[in-house]
Structure formats: structure tokens, C-alpha cells
């Protein structure tokens, strides 16, 4: 029953929901968001680690470690951040995409190019197979995106206060 509906959709296979939500999960940085919570923020801590190499140099010509260690820790701390802040901001905003193209009743499409767009109204029996796919799929993905830049601002914080301190 559902297959005919599907397979009735004039949306091109690519565009369709359900396919951007598989092509999404399975691509590297996207399906980082999809482990446990300690490998994904082992993840987190990489993408960090890695950014020093440019945060690290920086905070040093402007806070040499032999006489400002604190500020340097901070300030380096901070600028490398900065990578994972983007990063964060790139999962979210597809994954934010790809949820509102499976919770909408809607799907617009584009034929052969940008002048040519279509709306696809979706079957009932669609919609509730892509809401539910939202409601245990993607919900827990976006919160758990919501929580770390929450950690991250709570970070900021709390190294304000510190180096307000130094």
C-alpha cells in the first residue's frame, strides 16, 4: 500500500525526503551526529584538537605561554572553538533542512532546474512515515546539537569569568 503511493511520487528520486534524510545520515560529518555520546563528543574534542593548529599560533602572538599562560589556555581555547562552532552550525542547519522537507505535507521539487519548481502533496500514509521518522530520528539529533552549543556557551562563560579573574 505504501510502495504504490510512493511509487506514484513525481518528485525525482534525489529530491525526495526520505532519500536526503538516508544520503544525509550516511555521509561522514553528518552521521557523526548518530553515535553514542561519547564517541560523538570524542568527535567534538578532534574537530577542536585539530583547529589549535591555527588557534594555537595565534593566542601566542598575542599572549606569549612563558608570561600569560592562563590568557593563552583561554584565548586559544576559545579561537579553536571557533571550528567546532562552525562545524556544529553546518550539521544543524542540514539536518534542521532535511526536517522540515520530511515533516512538511508538501514536497517542492524541481524538474530539470531552478525555473521549473513543483509541489508534491503527500499521501497520507507518507506523511505519518516521515513525521515518525522525524519525531525518533532527527528530534534527538537536533537536541543533542542544541545541548553541546549550550555546553559550548556555558564554556564561554565560565572562561569570561575566569579571565576576568586572571
Not at 574537530?47 to 598575542?62: E, N, Q, R
Not at 539536518?95 to 497520507?124: A, H, M
Request: proline share 5%; hydrophobic share 45%; net charge positive.
Amino acid at each position: 500500500m505504501m510502495r504504490s503511493s510512493v511509487s506514484n511520487c513525481p518528485v525525482p528520486t534525489e529530491q525526495q525526503p526520505l532519500n536526503e534524510y538516508e544520503e544525509l545520515k550516511n555521509s561522514w560529518l553528518f552521521r557523526d551526529t548518530t553515535l553514542s555520546w561519547r564517541n560523538y563528543l570524542t568527535k567534538i574534542f578532534w574537530i577542536w584538537s585539530w583547529s589549535w593548529l591555527v588557534a594555537g599560533p595565534v593566542a601566542a602572538a598575542s599572549f606569549p605561554p612563558q608570561k600569560h599562560i592562563v590568557h593563552f589556555i583561554l584565548c586559544g581555547s576559545a579561537a579553536a572553538s571557533v571550528g567546532v562552532v562552525l562545524i556544529l552550525v553546518r550539521l544543524y542547519l542540514g539536518w534542521f533542512y532535511v526536517r522540515d522537507r520530511l515533516y512538511s505535507s508538501t514536497v517542492f521539487y524541481e524538474e530539470s532546474g531552478w525555473y521549473d519548481g513543483q509541489t508534491w502533496t503527500k499521501p497520507q500514509e507518507v506523511i505519518v512515515r516521515d513525521r515518525l521518522i522525524v519525531s525518533y530520528e532527527i528530534k534527538p539529533i537536533l537536541q543533542r546539537l542544541q545541548i553541546t552549543f549550550a555546553a559550548l556557551a556555558l564554556m564561554y562563560l565560565i572562561g569570561t569569568i575566569v579571565w576576568h579573574l586572571f
